[in-house]
């Protein structure tokens, strides 16, 4: 499989539950080994999409392709599925429970016995496989919950919220984990609140808000697109320059240091060029691109303006 | 079909595996060796005798009084009463409180004691410190007047709530005062006993080919086999809404789903756990019939005989089925209603009408083994929701002609389609929905759109 292979494509889907449409025609695709960013805030519909992905519910229209197939629960056991509200037996024993999902992707069992065995040793486990879910912690068994989405090798993992409930030393941890299964071309979708782990993990994004697609292609070009022209400024002098109203919309100051919004279409460029014409000192000139976080709040508060 | 035989068998595990399913399929059968066993135990160990001190004026009563509390007199009692208890399975709790008094029949030592020319007031002092000294445990007062109608028999005891020893006095003692008042009426007492002996009244069942057969024992087996198949639905039922509860709960329902159909989650769950079902019942029926023999064969070593229920294989096959037909049943309907539900406990609220619906079927059994003939008893055992008990326990009363247990497998075959079909469709909308118990308006509509 080569980079630009497709392995999800969203094409016009909807769905409506009664008078509420949870989905509106919606279309995306997800490229083979890449990480894919699935943004929005809560209720935007996120969750029945990724329900739609893995066969769980069925799109009213529009079609949803895996692997270039259509979805099926044939293609169930190539998805691995994390969802956002997950749990495991709360009185079984943590093998038996993973043996049981396992099976429930048809792996088979000597097969299933090794991997259990490679994933709790990896996650740092190893001296849990007997216990029952109640003796761990809320952060081990959210790790229990990745093994269980991984037994299988699935070449597409779902992962909704994958780090939620763990401490930022784990959520370091399983960064590294989904990092690695990057390296081994799986692809990662991964749905999430946190803008900042996305922005670290995602090759491409999609941010939808009131079922409906807001944004979306890799990280450059949204942060591109979405083009505020802020330079973070530490200089003595020019204060002349900076008065400019053709050039400077708005200056916030910091401690230190200056934010400055030029006007649209204003070159930055010029604006260190004038800055140094007028003899000011300049200890830092730094453009600055917007955060995945800005954009997700500016864009959500627009659209539900 | 691989997933749905993992299903199985996690379900199944998941039950059989536990300690209450050992402790509660161990248990029943010590439960039911207990009821045989322990009578025949505590009818061998007896309380202490009572002494007890008679005063009796008249000269009349005492006399008799003793003869029928004697030791052989109360044994023979105690037989007799063990025997009725054995065949009267249906008796009512006053009847087998006596029969449990007369089976334990309390010794009574008499002692002496000389009242002559004392007065009443001295005679109730003198023997109430007898008692007080623990020279005495009871003494009893006859009147003058023992026959006039409000004569008063006066019973001190220090054993005041020995019911058994009262009870055995009191009837000793009226068999004694009736006796004196036949024989003052010049009636010969020898032979008013003889005349007024019971029949002896023996009951034969005829079946549909005319044989005799002993009906006895076949009612007591009909009787537990209701009893073992009203409890298992019970307790499988629910332990099929647990189950789904806690799936649907603990959200692993959605990463289930997203490995599996959900119609093959659910039937994998009704077939596992209906599998821990029959275990449990075999086990049950097994471990009952090695202890109807242990039991026959004891009791006829005391004297006692009791037939053994003519029980085939047909007639187990037949009980395994409805078994299977009555979990099937109950066991959509729990599933259903686990799916609606947020909680165990919600869900508990929700089985009471199932619950009552099998109990009502339960109560039903009593009119067939009754009656296993009569229109009820027909309508009852084809009916679905209700054959499943009252069918086996017609089986065994008295096997109805083959068509109508084809008839009645049919309809409850059938019920159970449209209840797997109804469960089926809110178990896939219902497992995904969090936060609230789906009202029957909601219900209803995710069964007209899945």
Redesign the interface.
């Known amino acids: 499989m080569t980079e630009q292979n497709t392995t999800l494509k969203v094409e016009n889907v909807s769905k409506r539950y009664g008078d509420f449409t949870a989905v509106d025609n919606l279309s995306f695709s997800v490229k083979s080994g890449r990480v894919f960013g699935f943004l929005g805030p809560n209720g935007a519909g996120k969750t029945t999409t990724i329900?739609m992905i893995?066969?769980?519910?069925f799109p009213d229209t529009g079609k949803i392709e895996l692997f270039n197939q259509q979805v099926s629960?044939e293609l169930?056991?190539r998805?691995g599925?994390l969802?956002e509200?997950?749990?495991?037996?709360?009185k079984?024993k943590i093998q038996?429970q993973l043996r049981?999902?396992a099976?429930?992707?048809?792996v088979p069992q000597a097969e299933a016995d090794r991997r259990i065995d490679f994933w709790l040793d990896r996650m740092r486990l190893a001296d849990w496989k007997k216990k029952k879910t109640t003796d761990l912690s809320k952060g081990m068994q959210q790790k229990i919950?990745f093994i269980?989405t991984v037994l299988h090798d699935p070449d597409l993992l779902i992962l909704d919220e994958p780090f939620s409930g763990l401490d930022p030393v784990n959520v370091e941890f399983m960064i590294e984990v989904v990092a690695e299964l990057k390296a081994r071309h799986k692809t990662i979708i991964f749905s999430t609140h946190l803008m900042e782990t996305a922005e670290r993990l995602c090759d491409d994004i999609i941010l939808i808000n009131k079922s409906r697609k807001i944004v979306g292609g890799s990280i450059r070009e949204v942060k591109s697109s979405f083009g505020k022209n802020l330079i973070s400024l530490r200089c003595e002098g020019g204060e002349t320059v900076l008065l400019d109203k053709n050039l400077v919309n708005k200056i916030v100051e910091h401690a230190d240091e200056k934010e400055i919004e030029l006007t649209e279409n204003a070159d930055p460029q010029n604006l260190l060029r004038r800055l140094i014409e007028s003899g000011a000192t300049i200890t830092k000139f730094e453009q600055v691109e917007p955060s995945l976080n800005d954009i997700f709040i500016e864009k959500v508060k627009e659209t539900n303006a | 079909m691989r997933k749905f035989l993992a299903v199985v068998k996690h379900e199944y595990k998941k039950i059989v595996l536990k300690w209450a399913f050992l402790i509660g399929t161990l248990l029943f059968p010590i439960i039911a060796a207990g009821f045989a066993i322990v009578p025949a135990i505590i009818f061998s160990i007896k309380g202490e005798p009572t002494r007890i001190a008679v005063v009796d004026p008249t000269g009349k009563i005492a006399t008799r009084l003793k003869e029928n509390l004697s030791a052989e007199r109360i044994r023979e009692k105690a037989r007799q009463a063990t025997k009725d208890a054995v065949t009267d399975v249906t008796a009512s709790q006053e009847e087998k409180m006596q029969r449990g008094v007369e089976q334990l029949g309390e010794n009574f030592v008499f002692v002496d004691y000389s009242e002559d020319g004392k007065s009443l007031e001295q005679i109730r002092r003198e023997l109430s410190a007898k008692i007080t000294a623990k020279e005495l445990d009871a003494y009893l007062l006859i009147p003058r007047d023992f026959d006039s109608p409000e004569a008063k028999y006066e019973f001190f005891s220090r054993k005041a709530g020995d019911f058994v020893g009262e009870r055995t006095l009191r009837d000793a003692l009226n068999e004694a005062v009736r006796s004196q008042r036949l024989a003052d009426a010049q009636i010969d007492e020898s032979k008013l006993k003889t005349l007024s002996r019971n029949v002896t009244f023996e009951t034969k069942g005829v079946d549909e080919k005319g044989n005799e057969k002993d009906t006895d024992s076949s009612f007591i087996a009909a009787f537990i086999i209701g009893l073992m198949i009203y409890i298992t639905l019970a307790i499988y039922g629910q332990a099929i809404m647990s189950a789904v509860v806690e799936e649907k709960e603990t959200r692993i329902a959605e990463i289930l789903f997203s490995s599996a159909k959900p119609f093959e989650l659910m039937m994998g769950k009704l077939v596992g756990v209906g599998l821990a079902g029959l275990t449990q019942l075999a086990i049950w029926i097994i471990s009952a019939l090695i202890l109807v023999g242990v039991g026959v064969a004891q009791m006829s070593a005391a004297g006692i005989s009791i037939s053994i229920p003519n029980i085939t294989p047909l007639m187990i096959a037949y009980f395994f089925i409805f078994f299977l037909l009555g979990f099937f049943i109950y066991a959509s309907i729990f599933a259903l209603i686990g799916a609606m539900v947020t909680s165990v406990q919600e869900g508990g609220q929700f089985s009471f009408p199932p619950i009552m619906i099998l109990l009502i079927g339960f109560y039903f059994s009593f009119a067939v083994i009754r009656d296993p003939n009569s229109q009820l008893s027909f309508w009852v055992s084809i009916a679905p929701f209700f054959a499943p008990i009252t069918m086996p326990v017609r089986i065994l009363s008295e096997t109805p002609p083959f068509w109508q247990i084809g008839l009645s497998i049919l309809i409850n075959g059938l019920a159970i389609a449209a209840l797997v079909w109804l469960a089926a469709r809110v178990y896939r909308v219902g497992m995904l929905m969090y936060g609230k118990r789906a009202t029957i308006p909601e219900v209803w509509k995710w069964i007209r759109q899945a």
């Open positions: 329900r893995v066969g769980i519910t629960t169930q056991n998805i599925y969802p509200e997950r749990g495991l037996y709360k079984m038996d049981y999902f099976a429930l992707k048809n919950q269980s």
